[in-house]
């Protein structure tokens, strides 16, 4: 006789075992997803912010009409210095010629008499003479100084007029990186040809233009302290035939109060 062997029968440990590769694999599936997904918070409750529109609920939410004040902790915001704009003529007979020294455009009237002493020959600037560096050999005071001046450096105060030493043509009037702004002048004088150089005006005060005559103690700019300089002063020059250096100091002291 022949017995059957009896059928297998699954118990609930091989369904257990069974189970367990599928467990694993959902439990490192939803660990690749946690990992993947970005950090979320719980959803909350709305905030809200006065005068501001509520969005949906969570973190996050739109605010409008709320006004920001920075705070610049005492320190100004200033727009670039402008270029000084040089001015050459001008039609104004105004008498004011008062402006600080290197300020940008500080235009000065046409045809002033800032200068109104005795004679055809004139110190540059009215009442007494302040010399602060004389004409010849010197320490240069600055990088871009000469040690040979060839003129002599008078101080008689930021924005002073300038008058013309003599009457005579502008040659030159214009800007130049050690005079800043200047002028020269040619004048004749006893039969012959005597320059005058002004120097370090401030920017834009001269009104004179080349080819211009002008009249002795007429405005020629203002004492400033443009170009090579390290202080406000008028760099004044006299030229023996145009361009000879003397010392101005000396000559005007002969020449001043003169009539020619």
């Not at 045809?111 to 004389?134: E, L, Q």
């Not at 003129?151 to 030493?165: E, H, L, Y």
């Not at 002048?185 to 150089?197: A, E, F, P, V």
């Not at 302290?225 to 390290?230: D, Y």
Request: with cysteine.
């Amino acid at each position: 006789m022949t017995v059957a062997a009896p059928a297998p029968t699954r118990t609930f440990r091989s369904r257990a075992l069974a189970a367990i590769p599928l467990t694993g694999a959902a439990a490192a599936m939803a660990l690749f997803t946690a990992a993947a997904l970005p950090a979320q918070a719980s959803t909350g409750p709305a905030v809200t912010v006065p005068g501001g529109t509520p969005s949906a609920t969570g973190q996050s939410f739109t605010a409008t009409g709320l006004t920001v004040t920075v705070d610049r902790d005492g320190y100004t915001v200033t727009k670039p210095a402008v270029k000084p704009v040089i001015t050459k003529t001008t039609t104004s007979t105004t008498n004011s010629a008062t402006a600080a020294a290197g300020s940008t455009a500080a235009v000065a009237p046409t045809g002033t008499i800032v200068n109104t002493g005795a004679g055809d020959i004139r110190w540059p600037v009215a009442g007494s003479i302040r010399v602060s560096s004389p004409f010849g050999p010197r320490l240069a005071p600055c990088a871009a100084c000469s040690s040979i001046h060839q003129g002599a450096d008078i101080t008689p105060g930021a924005g002073t007029p300038i008058g013309a030493v003599a009457a005579g043509t502008v040659r030159i009037s214009g800007t130049h990186p050690e005079y800043g702004q200047y002028v020269i002048i040619d004048h004749q004088i006893d039969g012959q040809t005597i320059s005058t150089l002004y120097a370090h005006m401030i920017f834009g005060s001269s009104p004179l233009h080349a080819g211009q005559s002008v009249a002795v103690g007429q405005l020629v700019g203002l004492v400033g302290n443009t170009g090579a300089s390290t202080g406000a002063h008028l760099h004044l020059q006299v030229m023996l035939g145009s361009s000879t250096p003397i010392d101005p100091i000396a000559w005007l002291t002969t020449n001043a109060g003169r009539t020619l």
